[in-house]
């Protein structure tokens, strides 16, 4: 089973930025993967996700984060990273990350989170 481990975050300032990265611990080309975030009292929430395969296929953006985050990948590095600009007090999270499990819509190997603090 692929593991993954988020690293990245920080405390910044309102209007700072910050690229979050999402390592594999095997190959993850053939799975779609995603950023999720969870803030202290609300539901986990998704940020960010994209397709399987090299070139990265199709991309979707919660509302909140378009136009400020970039999702995108390097599976020749195992990797996914999110690249998040322009950030706000409410992007205050614990963010994670996960792949889709393969023939469902459904999203596991949850990594263990990177807490990011924007400050205002």
């Given at each position: 089973?692929?593991?993954?481990v988020?690293?990245?975050?920080?405390?910044?300032?309102?209007?700072?930025?910050?690229?979050?990265?999402?390592?594999?611990?095997?190959?993850?080309?053939?799975?779609?993967?995603?950023?999720?975030?969870?803030?202290p009292?609300?539901?986990?929430?998704?940020?960010?996700?994209?397709?399987?395969?090299?070139?990265?296929?199709?991309?979707?953006?919660?509302?909140?984060?378009?136009?400020?985050?970039?999702?995108?990948?390097?599976?020749?590095?195992?990797?996914?990273?999110?690249?998040?600009?322009?950030?706000?007090?409410?992007?205050?999270a614990?963010?994670?990350?996960?792949?889709?499990?393969?023939?469902?819509?459904?999203?596991?190997?949850?990594?263990?989170?990177?807490?990011?603090?924007?400050?205002?």
């Amino acid at each position: 089973q692929v593991q993954l481990v988020e690293s990245g975050g920080g405390l910044v300032q309102a209007g700072g930025s910050l690229r979050l990265s999402c390592a594999a611990s095997g190959p993850i080309s053939t799975y779609a993967m995603g950023w999720f975030r969870q803030a202290p009292g609300k539901e986990r929430e998704k940020v960010a996700a994209i397709g399987w395969g090299w070139s990265g296929g199709s991309t979707y953006y919660a509302d909140s984060v378009k136009g400020r985050f970039t999702i995108s990948r390097d599976n020749a590095k195992n990797t996914v990273y999110l690249q998040m600009n322009s950030l706000k007090p409410e992007d205050t999270a614990v963010y994670y990350c996960a792949l889709r499990i393969l023939g469902t819509a459904d999203f596991g190997s949850w990594g263990q989170g990177t807490q990011v603090t924007v400050s205002s």
